[in-house]
């Protein structure tokens, strides 16, 4: 697998997904930790390891380190690999030192996400080498995310060498089947989209040359393909790539496939699969006794 930069992307923390992390915290731990508090005394301080147990892309160091800190407070984080780097299994990621209480009352939030992120950014790699790397299309997310956590799912498909599509219904127009049939047609929907203006990019979803044809003389921003195979992709994109509108495509998009896509000749490629079906990278934390 290669090794995503760790250039590519940086987490924000801003207060709103603080709160996020208060929020998931006080839903695990609730009025207190029962089984740590009756088994672990008060003040042990102890020595905690993340090893990671199956290969990938580590995602969410900085989320894991606000949560040991928000939970064990004056806790140190030493980290052997950062987020972008690859890992492989029996590597230990990081070492956490601290109040042993508040590192137990901690691991599952934040392993939580640390497996969640790593999953996702591991598998956005995964499809990013198999579509070329660099030298191929822009390999983009989509909606399909976990409610309240889409930023960290979205920072994830960076970490991994993806790119974000629009963030929510609010910076983008996007005309899908269920707006065009509501609109009288797909030419309708766009020329009222376009009465709203070009502050924002008007892209439009087709499903055959025809469509494609009427976002053509209406002028979108861009044009999205969708469900189409790879040879029809292809026909459409040489056909009409002189029109200088970059083209996407989406639905059906597989690791088996996608070279297939990629070399069509589409600017980008979205896919679902890379925030709603990305498992989990295999990671623990093995508590140690102090030294």
């Given at each position: 697998?290669?090794?995503?930069?760790?250039?590519?992307?940086?987490?924000?923390?801003?207060?709103?997904?603080?709160?996020?992390?208060?929020?998931?915290?006080?839903?695990?731990?609730?009025?207190?930790?029962?089984?740590?508090?009756?088994?672990?005394?008060?003040?042990?301080?102890?020595?905690?390891?993340?090893?990671?147990?199956?290969?990938?892309?580590?995602?969410?160091?900085?989320?894991?380190?606000?949560?040991?800190?928000?939970?064990?407070?004056?806790?140190?984080?030493?980290?052997?690999?950062?987020?972008?780097?690859?890992?492989?299994?029996?590597?230990?990621?990081?070492?956490?030192?601290?109040?042993?209480?508040?590192?137990?009352?901690?691991?599952?939030?934040?392993?939580?996400?640390?497996?969640?992120?790593?999953?996702?950014?591991?598998?956005?790699?995964?499809?990013?080498?198999?579509?070329?790397?660099?030298?191929?299309?822009?390999?983009?997310?989509?909606?399909?995310?976990?409610?309240?956590?889409?930023?960290?799912?979205?920072?994830?498909?960076?970490?991994?060498?993806?790119?974000?599509?629009?963030?929510?219904?609010?910076?983008?127009?996007?005309?899908?089947?269920?707006?065009?049939?509501?609109?009288?047609?797909?030419?309708?929907?766009?020329?009222?989209?376009?009465?709203?203006?070009?502050?924002?990019?008007?892209?439009?979803?087709?499903?055959?040359?025809?469509?494609?044809?009427?976002?053509?003389?209406?002028?979108?921003?861009?044009?999205?393909?969708?469900?189409?195979?790879?040879?029809?992709?292809?026909?459409?994109?040489?056909?009409?790539?002189?029109?200088?509108?970059?083209?996407?495509?989406?639905?059906?998009?597989?690791?088996?496939n996608i070279a297939a896509f990629a070399a069509t000749g589409a600017d980008?490629?979205?896919?679902?699969?890379?925030?709603?079906?990305?498992p989990a990278l295999d990671i623990s934390f093995q508590l140690r006794p102090?030294?």
């Amino acid at each position: 697998m290669a090794q995503a930069s760790r250039a590519r992307a940086q987490l924000r923390m801003t207060p709103q997904l603080k709160q996020h992390l208060r929020s998931a915290l006080k839903e695990d731990i609730g009025p207190g930790d029962v089984t740590t508090e009756r088994t672990v005394r008060k003040g042990l301080k102890s020595r905690g390891e993340l090893i990671a147990k199956a290969p990938g892309i580590l995602c969410g160091a900085p989320v894991a380190q606000w949560v040991w800190r928000a939970t064990a407070l004056a806790s140190r984080i030493h980290w052997n690999v950062h987020d972008g780097d690859e890992v492989r299994p029996s590597e230990t990621i990081a070492t956490v030192e601290g109040g042993a209480r508040g590192l137990l009352s901690g691991e599952r939030v934040a392993l939580n996400l640390l497996q969640r992120l790593s999953g996702i950014a591991t598998l956005t790699a995964r499809y990013h080498q198999a579509a070329g790397g660099s030298a191929g299309p822009l390999i983009c997310d989509t909606r399909k995310t976990t409610p309240l956590w889409r930023e960290l799912e979205r920072y994830a498909v960076r970490v991994g060498g993806g790119t974000n599509h629009r963030f929510g219904l609010f910076d983008m127009v996007l005309i899908k089947e269920n707006h065009a049939r509501a609109a009288g047609g797909l030419r309708e929907a766009i020329q009222l989209a376009l009465k709203g203006g070009r502050k924002l990019r008007v892209m439009a979803e087709v499903r055959n040359e025809q469509e494609v044809q009427i976002c053509w003389e209406e002028r979108v921003d861009m044009i999205m393909l969708d469900n189409f195979t790879p040879a029809r992709a292809r026909r459409i994109i040489e056909h009409y790539r002189a029109t200088g509108i970059p083209f996407e495509i989406s639905g059906g998009v597989t690791l088996r496939n996608i070279a297939a896509f990629a070399a069509t000749g589409a600017d980008r490629i979205s896919i679902g699969a890379l925030t709603h079906s990305a498992p989990a990278l295999d990671i623990s934390f093995q508590l140690r006794p102090h030294s």
